[in-house]
């Protein structure tokens, strides 16, 4: 044992330079792995808390040829009754994310704004809640509010919250009866405010406004269910068209990106198993770095190796020693790499990765590389361990010993999967890349330059007020309304209403008569909203051009009333088939609507501020916040530029890109440190051939073009190899989109010449250190 600690600390010594950059070459890719795997298990671990998450199923509707999350309440309390296998159903309206209100006996009536959720009774009965104060028996009424444990400390600090009332401005008094233990943030559920949903539901078969969940016996039986139900429901007679229905498990929801109306967090599974497999690759290029760095010490330790043997030491004893150096830098390695996850946790970097950084909430990961970094020392151990002292110590010692063409062989492949993956993860990078500036570049049919937005929910009686305020200022050019955020979700409002006989189906935005022409819509026939169309009772349409050749739609004619026969709107235009939604989605039929007087008392909250060009935006900004201030003071509005909301709707595309662009050049720069190693390892064995080379007339140069041709045929054949591996990753990623980048030939011929100029030039710098030597010295010390 002593043999072996010594071995280990004269290696360390001896070749520090080669230590310390095992150590952060392997301490970088054991740290990349773990950000990677703790990303993985948040995104695969969604909503698997709940007890019995396996048996817990969202009910889908299928009209045609796509689904959708919402579901009527008619049609999912007949399918709730249709099986005994279902144990429990419950639903949930989608619709609203916020709640304003203040606490009972505040006299500043300071408003707070927290997200809310509006259940029927057995939510409770599906979902696992952990109450910390109450319970839900005998509690699930109107008026009664279950809050997180979070809130509860923010609202009421260490005083028990049962029994304390908050007041909505709209809902009046409601009273908390219960605390739960905050959700994970892994949850397509918030920790929100639950209220309880009315009793009293006269929602219509056609009322497609809820997400529907249920419990069922065993998760075998959930064919049987849709069976059963096609089976025995005429779903025609009631709802005038074919449905059927459709159950996704709820760990499959976050993952479900083929669903209309579906307002859950997302993530694409294509994309996350890239991250998996740049993990993987990471950890194979280190190991495979490893065994290279190893490999090129061994013409400088192979002597003194032999020379133990011959003075008495044991083959196995010195077999022993090597591995024990490699598996010790493993986790030397392995410890520094938590050290620089903890570091990275405390970075802004650490805001691309959604869960908890932290070692002591990733255990299990932590281990399990902990066990990686034990084999990759292990293994790459091995290789040298054998070929060191595989030679005859006599041999060794008079300095003629050589390196077989199987070694060879094994070495340029280990470098060849190093290139393979150098050139698959340049070429995925970068029409990730492409792909999200595309999406936020691309023309979206109307003007966003210059265009600040506000939700005015909060001032909706004082609205003309905060109009005329802003128009009096000269940098404004105009102020605008919708009720919902344009570009802000990946789908609308869907209305279902008769034209000339039939259904149709449409997404509606509603909006303010001078909408269009403030952000720069055109009409392409027909006419724009007028003031005096707010005085007409029905209200007026404008469609988009593929409603208009989908139904076959006319000027002039008008659209059926929600309970038909009724005269629902006139269409007065059509416009070009702008994106009002994500390019995740097609183009749907669409209409922008303009309320009449019957109008149902829905607000167009969501004000759109066009400012001058030139304008001093942070002035802009400040001035319109002075402003909202003026008219309620006890609301944080938030103010913010258009950019933003394209921004926000395409973070989380944008946060994986940067983590796998990240995560690539990691692996990038592993694998050209391994480069350097080979390129070092070859340089100390062809020390003596090089030196013949010099002496008997060979330039630099010409020993520069030597080396660089084998590597440049190496990397030919790589790329080869590479590039339909990298075609089939980009285009199943890509086919989470409706609208594309194209997939451009010179993005593979950039990373060609990228790794190409890399690695030649490494190769160039290594071998000119060592032609330019003096050759008798090399050869006399070879």
């Not at 399918?79 to 009972?104: D, K, M, R």
Request: overall charge neutral; proline content about 3%; some cysteine.
């Amino acid at each position: 044992m002593k043999l072996v600690i010594r071995n280990f600390l004269t290696v360390i010594r001896r070749f520090k330079l080669a230590v310390i950059l095992n150590v952060v070459g392997l301490s970088i890719a054991f740290a990349a792995f773990m950000v990677i795997m703790i990303q993985l298990n948040y995104d695969f671990g969604f909503d698997k808390f709940h007890k019995d998450y396996d048996k817990i199923f969202r009910v889908e509707v299928v009209p045609g040829s796509s689904s959708q999350a919402l579901i009527s309440h008619p049609l999912d309390d007949r399918f709730f009754e249709s099986s005994p296998h279902i144990l429990a159903g419950t639903i949930i309206n989608p619709w609203i994310e916020n709640v304003t209100f203040h606490l009972e006996n505040d006299s500043t009536q300071k408003l707070y704004e927290e997200k809310s959720t509006i259940v029927s009774p057995h939510f409770f009965d599906i979902f696992s809640f952990d109450f910390i104060e109450g319970s839900i028996k005998g509690t699930i009424a109107p008026g009664n509010i279950f809050i997180p444990l979070s809130l509860s400390r923010k609202l009421f600090g260490n005083e028990p919250a049962i029994g304390k009332q908050i007041i909505h401005s709209n809902w009046g008094r409601q009273t908390v009866i219960a605390v739960y233990r905050d959700f994970p943030a892994n949850s397509i559920f918030n920790n929100s405010i639950y209220f309880a949903m009315s009793a009293n539901d006269n929602d219509r078969w056609s009322d497609f406004k809820y997400n529907a969940f249920i419990r069922v016996d065993d998760p075998a039986n959930v064919p049987l269910i849709v069976e059963n139900f096609k089976r025995s429901f005429d779903s025609k007679s009631n709802l005038g068209s074919n449905v059927s229905i459709r159950l996704t498990p709820l760990h499959d929801v976050h993952f479900e990106t083929d669903v209309l109306f579906d307002s859950t967090p997302k993530a694409s599974k294509p994309a996350l198993m890239i991250l998996f497999a740049i993990a993987i690759v990471i950890i194979v290029i280190a190991a495979i770095n490893f065994t290279n760095f190893s490999m090129a010490l061994t013409p400088m330790r192979i002597r003194s190796m032999n020379t133990q043997r011959i003075l008495g030491a044991q083959r196995n004893i010195i077999r022993l020693s090597i591995i024990f150096e490699a598996i010790s830098i493993c986790l030397l390695s392995f410890l520094v790499a938590v050290w620089f996850v903890t570091l990275f946790a405390a970075t802004p970097l650490a805001k691309l990765v959604a869960a908890d950084l932290t070692p002591a909430s990733n255990l299990l990961i932590v281990v399990g590389t902990a066990l990686i970094a034990l084999l990759a020392g292990l293994f790459a151990g091995l290789y040298p361990a054998h070929y060191i002292t595989s030679f005859t110590p006599a041999l060794v010692l008079n300095g003629n010993f050589g390196l077989s063409p199987k070694g060879k062989k094994m070495r340029n492949t280990l470098i060849g999967i190093q290139f393979i993956a150098s050139f698959t993860l340049i070429i995925g990078a970068s029409f990730m890349y492409l792909q999200n500036y595309f999406m936020q570049n691309s023309s979206l049919g109307y003007d966003k330059d210059e265009l600040i937005t506000v939700d005015i929910s909060q001032i909706e009686n004082n609205r003309d007020v905060f109009t005329n305020q802003l128009k009096s200022y000269s940098w404004i050019k105009d102020v605008t309304y919708s009720e919902k955020l344009l570009a802000g979700s990946d789908q609308f409002e869907t209305w279902v209403r008769g034209y000339r006989g039939n259904d149709i189906a449409y997404q509606q935005l509603t909006v303010n008569y001078n909408f269009l022409k403030v952000i720069g819509i055109d009409i392409t026939e027909g006419r724009d909203f007028r003031e005096e169309d707010t005085n007409l009772q029905y209200g007026v349409y404008i469609f988009n051009e593929t409603a208009r050749k989908k139904y076959n739609m006319e000027v002039g004619t008008s659209i059926d009333g929600f309970w038909g026969g009724i005269s629902g709107g006139e269409i007065i235009g059509f416009i070009p088939d702008i994106k009002i939604a994500s390019f995740r989605s097609i183009v749907e039929p669409m209409a922008f609507y303009v309320w009449g007087t019957e109008n149902w008392n829905r607000q167009t909250d969501i004000a759109y501020i066009k400012i001058k060009s030139g304008t001093d935006m942070r002035m802009a900004i400040s001035n319109i916040h002075a402003t909202l201030a003026k008219l309620n003071p006890n609301y944080a509005f938030k103010v913010r530029f258009f950019d933003e909301v394209l921004q926000q709707l395409y973070e989380k595309e944008i946060t994986l890109n940067s983590l796998i662009s990240l995560f690539s050049l990691i692996a990038i720069f592993v694998s050209i440190a391994g480069v350097f190693g080979l390129v070092a390892f070859d340089s100390e064995c062809k020390r003596k051939e090089i030196g013949i080379r010099k002496i008997i007339g060979a330039s630099t140069m010409d020993i520069i073009i030597m080396f660089n041709r084998i590597y440049f045929r190496i990397l030919l054949i790589c790329f080869i190899i590479a590039a339909p591996l990298a075609w089939y990753a980009v285009h199943r990623w890509l086919q989470n989109f409706a609208y594309k980048t194209p997939m451009y030939w010179w993005v593979y011929l950039l990373a060609f010449v990228i790794v190409v100029v890399i690695v030649i030039s490494t190769i160039t710098y290594q071998n000119w250190r060592v032609a330019n030597e003096d050759p008798v010295k090399a050869i006399n010390n070879s």
